[in-house]
Structure formats: structure tokens, C-alpha cells
């Protein structure tokens, strides 16, 4: 009912930029908080950013100062803004988001196939 679609991965340069996207579509009625996670291999997956449906953000340590989420309510799109990437930051980059699909009374926890960042000289 609910689908998240990333955009933007690629391989940069340490020091180098990039811009992740996740798109929602479907029979969305609402889409609650959105945020971007990642996994390394051989590692768990973490948080990196998270963002409110008013614009609150919430940023994992390790990104902070780095990377800025923000999003588009009318587009249901979510945005990852990357600068002064580090070969630390190499994962599969996930979007989530709580959406409620048309006809549900509860939101639902949605989750995008993922899109590789690979940080590298």
C-alpha cells in the first residue's frame, strides 16, 4: 500500500557531498516521522537522522554538523543532505518512515530497499 523509493548513492571521494532521497507513494493518508538508517558490513543497522512531521530532527553523533535531513510533506519526501563524507560513512543507506495508508486507522513502520553509499579514494 505504502512504498519508499530511495535515490542518490553513489561512490564519492572522501570530503565529497551527496544528496540522498526517499519518495513515498501509494494510497498514503498521512506520513508521520521519516529518517534515514544505515548498515555497514558486518554491522547493525543505525540510526543517522531522524525528522518530525513539523521538522524536528534528531541526529546520530557521528553525523552531526555533517549531515542535514529535512523533507518535502507535500511531495511525501524525505532528503539527505551528506558533506565531508568520511570512508566511515560507507553503508547502505535505508529510508523509514510511519505512514498511514488510506483506510487504516493505525500508521504503519515502512522501510525503502536501501540505496549504497560508498565513501572512497
Known amino acids: 500500500q505504502v512504498q519508499l523509493v530511495e535515490s542518490g548513492g553513489g561512490l564519492v571521494q572522501p570530503g565529497g557531498s551527496l544528496r540522498l532521497s526517499c519518495a513515498g507513494s501509494?494510497?498514503?493518508?498521512?506520513?508521520?516521522?521519516m529518517g534515514w538508517y544505515r548498515q555497514a558490513p558486518g554491522k547493525q543497522r543505525e540510526l543517522v537522522a531522524t525528522?518530525?512531521?513539523?521538522?524536528?530532527?534528531n541526529y546520530a553523533d557521528s553525523v552531526k554538523g555533517r549531515f542535514t535531513i529535512s523533507r518535502d510533506n507535500a511531495k511525501n519526501t524525505v532528503y539527505l543532505q551528506m558533506n565531508s563524507l568520511k570512508p566511515g560513512d560507507t553503508a547502505v543507506y535505508y529510508c523509514?518512515?510511519?505512514?498511514?495508508?488510506?483506510?487504516?486507522?493505525?500508521?504503519?513502520?515502512?522501510w525503502g530497499q536501501g540505496t549504497q553509499v560508498t565513501v572512497s579514494s
Open positions: 523509514n518512515a510511519y505512514a498511514r495508508p488510506v483506510g487504516s486507522f493505525w500508521p504503519y513502520n515502512y
Open positions: 501509494g494510497n498514503i493518508f498521512s506520513i508521520g516521522a
Open positions: 525528522i518530525t512531521e513539523d521538522g524536528s530532527t
